[in-house]
């Protein structure tokens, strides 16, 4: 009877465990994923950036031209 008791015990401790892990898995993914969508949209915004100076750089030279 004491040995049962001792093994549902280690088992509850386990599987606490086991849900800790998992919990902090999806908060690790669901960081990552956040982190790279916002890259992505910076990327957008540097590459827009980039665009707009490359038509002024153009106008310039066509003027000069």
Do not use: F, I
């Amino acid at each position: 009877r004491e040995r049962e008791r001792e093994r549902e015990r280690e088992r509850e401790k386990r599987l606490k465990r086991l849900k800790r892990v998992k919990k902090k898995q999806k908060r690790k993914k669901r960081k990552k994923k956040r982190k790279k969508e916002g890259k992505e949209e910076e990327e957008k915004e540097e590459k827009e950036e980039g665009k707009e100076e490359g038509k002024e750089k153009r106008k310039k030279k066509k003027e000069k031209a």
